[in-house]
């Protein structure tokens, strides 16, 4: 199978209708071990372009610059015209005052490093990974505004944990008043389970016409089936190894929601995590969720979901397992 080509939001770019996450692409863990190295890396995004896959999403702190180094590798043999790469920055990458958010001074100093690394003279989407409070948002759309200008980037997007969806029409009414660039993609966290965007944050992408590409489409594995409600998780499973996320994800709420998907799952004949991300690819307004895989099989796996056609009926069953409550 090919992943089809989709509208990068309202823009004229086209991107495969799953993006590649690449978030483990020299992420050491506890114990020191790196989770993807170079080789793997690049067998990975291997797998991806071989299955039509062209949208390649990273960051300037994921594995302290590591991943953008591995995809700048494997770009250089590459036609780098041929792939749509997403970074982002506010993270520290300096012991200093400075050395972190969205102020000029880091802003300026982090893409000219992004692109060295990476190899390239541009990326196409550049996020602002979370919102910065301390700096003014004239001075960071008026910097982001210039990196387009001067060709370093051609869109800018946002990427949240928080929804905040009044911050990002400030900036983009700003950004309107001002001629800037605007925010023309937003990253939150959206899933099956976790739906706090839903209510004012979408409706302010679809009335800005800001494209969403959700990260955690799985809720961090929660979606793939591995957990069982009233069953002591796996050993190996992040529940079994951080409380945080046990405490958040394995909830009898969850684990009714996750009942819904493994019953369409059984429906069509594929995986929770397959349908997981059919849901998300049915979803008039999202463009391309986010996957990550540690092996080429699972990114296979995930791949498939492409194919998988939802009915109304079975989409509709999906949204209503968990609905966010607005006020």
Not at 52 to 69: C, H, L
Not at 110 to 130: E, S
Request: glycine share 8%.
């Amino acid at each position: 199978m090919s992943l089809e080509m989709v509208p990068l939001g309202r823009t004229g770019t086209k991107v495969s209708e799953l993006a590649f996450g690449t978030w483990r692409f020299g992420r050491q863990n506890d114990t020191g071990d790196v989770e993807v190295g170079a080789a793997q890396a690049h067998s990975l995004l291997d797998a991806y372009a071989a299955a039509g896959g062209n949208f390649i999403d990273t960051a300037d702190m994921y594995g302290d610059g590591a991943s953008e180094t591995y995809i700048g590798e494997w770009l250089s043999s590459r036609d780098r015209e041929d792939f749509v790469v997403a970074s982002k920055i506010f993270w520290p990458t300096r012991d200093d005052a400075n050395g972190r958010g969205l102020n000029r001074k880091h802003l300026r100093r982090q893409i000219d490093r992004i692109l060295d690394r990476l190899r390239t003279d541009y990326v196409d989407l550049l996020y602002i990974h979370r919102w910065d409070d301390d700096t003014p948002v004239e001075e960071f759309m008026r910097t982001l505004d210039q990196f387009v200008r001067d060709g370093k980037v051609n869109y800018l997007g946002t990427s949240t944990l928080d929804p905040n969806a009044w911050k990002v029409v400030k900036a983009n009414e700003l950004a309107d008043r001002r001629g800037y660039e605007p925010f023309r993609i937003a990253q939150p966290r959206y899933n099956v389970v976790n739906r706090e965007v839903e209510g004012n944050y979408l409706e302010m992408c679809a009335d800005y016409d800001i494209g969403v590409i959700p990260w955690s489409p799985l809720a961090g594995g929660f979606l793939t089936g591995k957990y069982a409600r009233d069953e002591t998780p796996p050993p190996d499973s992040r529940a079994a190894n951080d409380q945080r996320f046990a405490d958040s994800y394995l909830t009898s709420e969850n684990f009714d929601a996750l009942d819904a998907v493994e019953s369409v799952a059984a429906a069509v004949g594929a995986s929770p995590a397959q349908v997981s991300l059919a849901w998300l690819m049915h979803h008039p307004q999202v463009t391309a969720p986010v996957i990550g895989a540690r092996t080429v099989d699972q990114l296979q796996e995930n791949v498939v979901a492409a194919n998988i056609d939802l009915s109304a009926d079975q989409f509709e069953r999906l949204s209503a397992a968990k609905r966010h409550l607005s006020v």
